[in-house]
């Protein structure tokens, strides 16, 4: 980062990336909208999911990669005796697509001291089912006073069989890319390394130096943070179809 960089620039990037993220999100969104009848769960799980008659090709298969991910995730220390034995039917009831920002912890060190700061990036989301993101699960596994084992399952479940889709569904992650929303898939430590779907944008955001980030949480009193835009990503940016076009004009 600039050694120039001082709070004043980072005020000015603050604002354009309020503005570009916002626009970007936006889009996302539209997109996802467009997408969203290609991850209803019948079509894929068939007869697995309940009230569905419809019976699919391959489906025995995608239950049983299901029900060996959902189970590893019972053996983790996160669901530890908050799920149940996977049966069939599953009662998934997701169709609406949603997105949920991202965020991480970061820690810095002052003075000997630690302090740990909520970083939100506004160029990254998790996708999910609607009302079943990880902000919910999150919720749930949180709520020590009231355990609630068939609505983390519920939750849970839901992720994974998104999961499961969008790995049948790899033209969408072409698509997305192509129109500079690149997709990748991770297991979050977070929720006993269960696999999210992480949608980005082509330009990325990034953490000015500790002691603005420090400066800014002091100002503010609050221990949260958003990353700032790459400007610099914004002329990196290349049209996949017109260099198509180009290269094949030059063939003979």
Not at 206 to 216: K, R
């Amino acid at each position: 980062m600039d050694d120039l960089f001082d709070i004043s620039k980072l005020l000015k990037l603050r604002k354009v990336t309020t503005t570009i993220s916002s626009y970007l999100e936006q889009e996302l969104k539209s997109h996802i909208i467009t997408l969203t009848p290609l991850f209803h769960p019948v079509p894929i799980f068939g007869e697995y999911i309940n009230g569905a008659k419809q019976t699919v090709k391959g489906s025995d298969t995608t239950f049983n990669e299901l029900r060996a991910a959902y189970n590893n995730l019972r053996q983790s220390k996160v669901f530890a005796n908050k799920l149940d034995e996977l049966k069939s039917p599953l009662d998934v009831y997701g169709s609406v697509l949603e997105l949920t920002p991202y965020q991480y912890f970061y820690k810095i060190t002052n003075n000997g001291l630690d302090k740990t700061i909520r970083i939100k990036s506004p160029l990254k989301w998790v996708l999910g089912f609607k009302n079943q993101g990880i902000n919910q699960l999150r919720e749930l596994l949180a709520d020590q006073a009231r355990p609630r084992t068939s609505d983390i399952q519920i939750c849970a479940l839901h992720h994974l069989v998104l999961h499961s889709i969008y790995s049948k569904r790899q033209n969408v992650t072409k698509l997305l890319e192509l129109l500079h929303y690149p997709v990748n898939f991770e297991p979050s430590a977070e929720f006993g390394n269960l696999p999210l779907i992480y949608i980005s944008s082509s330009v990325t955001t990034t953490l000015p130096p500790d002691d603005l980030i420090l400066q800014s949480t002091e100002l503010s009193g609050i221990p949260v943070f958003e990353e700032i835009i790459n400007l610099e990503d914004i002329n990196k940016i290349t049209d996949t179809f017109k260099e198509k076009l180009l290269e094949l004009s030059k063939n003979d």
